[in-house]
Nanobody
Framework: QVQLVESGGGLVQPGGSLRLSCVAS????????MAWYRQAPGLQRELVAG???????NYGDFVEGRFTISRDNAKKTVYLQMNSLKPEDTAVYYC?????????WGTGTQVTVSS
């Protein structure tokens, strides 16, 4: 059974930081590309950041250098370090694994940026 379990979300003030984690089980983590998506109320889910199995990264335009995605294959974990958070970053953040013609999603973690 494949599971992607996100953690690290919460309430943070504008300008603050959060580090999201996603632990995978039931897959050969190292062969999967991993990504973080987010979805705010009333909006479509959008790509925040992705990292290939080789470590190549890409980011949504709105990130503007504030976020960093990384992975630890030994721990089967992908991280999203988010700095300089803005109220518009408020959303549910989802972990995604893609590979071998398959895709899996976590259940999400809420990030709220508010004073």
């Amino acid at each position: 059974q494949v599971q992607l379990v996100e953690s690290g979300g919460g309430l943070v003030q504008p300008g603050g930081s959060l580090r999201l984690s996603c632990v995978a089980s039931g897959i050969t983590f190292s062969v999967y590309a991993m990504a973080w998506y987010r979805q705010a109320p009333g909006l479509q889910r959008e790509l925040v950041a992705g990292i290939t199995r080789g470590g190549t990264t890409n980011y949504g335009d709105f990130v503007e250098g504030r976020f960093t995605i990384s992975r630890d294959n030994a721990k089967k974990t992908v991280y999203l370090q988010m700095n300089s958070l803005k109220p518009e970053d408020t959303a549910v953040y989802y972990c995604n694994a893609r590979g071998l013609g398959l895709a899996y999603w976590g259940t999400g973690t809420q990030v709220t940026v508010s004073s």
